[in-house]
């Protein structure tokens, strides 16, 4: 599961990060590192996946 996760957040950071933590803190500042970004959104995305 982790892995479909992490396939997701490559291609839609912050739909990878909410399917793990839901409409918290990580998702509205992997939105912004998104919109800032796409490479640090992807970057936060795996980490926080990763993470737990």
């Not at 957040?9 to 918290?24: D, E, N, R, T, Y």
């Not at 912004?32 to 995305?45: C, E, F, K, N, Q």
């Amino acid at each position: 599961m982790d892995l479909l996760r992490i396939l997701i957040a490559i291609l839609l950071p912050p739909l990878g990060v909410f399917l793990q933590v839901g409409l918290g803190k990580h998702f509205w500042l992997n939105l912004l590192l998104t919109l800032l970004g796409y490479i640090p959104g992807i970057v936060h995305a795996v980490w926080i996946i990763a993470r737990r």
